[in-house]
């Protein structure tokens, strides 16, 4: 089996965490795109695995959790049942840390209560501490935190209503492009949180699309397996806790350190060597009937179908 140098891997995966092209990569380095493809799923594996076994005990005062729209193969407008629950819409749900700007817990699927109840579950897995929890109006978040939480939280949501302009008719600036915010209404779900913002976790969905090249809105770079999808959002999610340094933060600190989970900004050589360790020695063995990854850690699984 022929094995990129390490040197390679460690450019391949940089240009990758910093939202070039896969066909982008293949012309700056002149490595071919399966070669790229194999090495990127495999780093992302390992990325989950890492992300489970290192971003947990944490204490935090206050998270805000979102969903982030994406698809796989085609738009849901265009699918139909043959084609399985693997294509369509897919949903990346996001538990920030507001303060230390740290992804705690993710989770990619559809936007539904089983998908919900199971984010919800992980992140209480990985807080020991009772915080403040905000999310938007999506009507799973309220049993799916009381069932995951109890009291041992406070949980409000925030519902911001837009204004559509009448100008414009095309659906697609429509979807993309929302009208200013003409009233935002806050209410307690679960004792008396003292912040209610999902501003964070907002402006993560943004860095989201700039990191990742398959994120970005109206092009051919989307993801056409749900098995590259899910890879894609742990290889960010492990960068974006360990290697990128928060401008908030100060003292050039990552997330990772503002959690106390590391002592310094890691460089890409650390970061893939750590989730080449934790990675399947054959991404293609993992993948079962339903394409799953399962991690398992200290009892925990978890499912990303």
Excluded at 113 to 137: C, H, Q, W, Y
Aim: aromatic residues 8%; positive net charge.
């Amino acid at each position: 089996m022929n094995v990129l140098p390490f040197d390679q891997q460690c450019a391949v995966i940089g240009a990758l965490c910093e939202g070039a092209s896969i066909r982008a990569v293949e012309r700056q380095t002149g490595i071919h795109r399966d070669t790229i493809m194999r090495l990127a799923a495999r780093v992302g594996l390992g990325a989950i695995k890492f992300h489970d076994r290192t971003v947990h005990s944490v204490q935090v005062s206050r998270i805000e959790l979102d969903e982030c729209w994406s698809f796989v193969g085609k738009k849901q407008r265009k699918w139909t049942p043959k084609d399985g629950p693997n294509k369509g819409d897919q949903y990346i749900y996001i538990a920030l840390a507001a303060t230390a700007k740290a992804i705690l817990s993710f989770r990619i699927g559809k936007r539904d209560l089983e998908n919900t109840m199971l984010f919800a579950a992980d992140l209480r897995d990985r807080v020991v501490n009772a915080p403040e929890i905000s999310t938007d109006g999506w009507p799973s978040y309220g049993p799916a935190i009381r069932d995951a939480f109890g009291s041992r939280c406070s949980h409000g949501v925030i519902v911001k209503t837009y204004r559509e302009d009448a100008g414009i008719s095309m659906e697609a600036a429509r979807r993309y492009s929302p009208g200013d915010v003409v009233a935002v209404e806050r209410y307690d779900v679960i004792g008396e949180p003292m912040f209610i913002s999902t501003s964070y976790v907002e402006r993560q969905n943004l860095t989201l699309r700039m990191q990742q090249r398959r994120f970005t809105r109206l092009t051919n770079a989307f993801s056409k397996k749900l098995d590259h999808h899910v890879a894609a959002v742990g290889l960010y999610v492990a960068h974006y806790n360990f290697c990128r340094v928060h401008e908030s933060l100060g003292r050039r600190e990552t997330p990772a350190m503002a959690l106390g989970l590391t002592d310094h900004p890691w460089t890409i050589g650390e970061f893939v060597t750590a989730c080449l360790d934790n990675a399947p020695r054959d991404p293609r063995k993992v993948r079962g009937p339903r394409r799953q990854f399962r991690v398992i850690e200290g009892g925990r699984a978890n499912s990303f179908t």
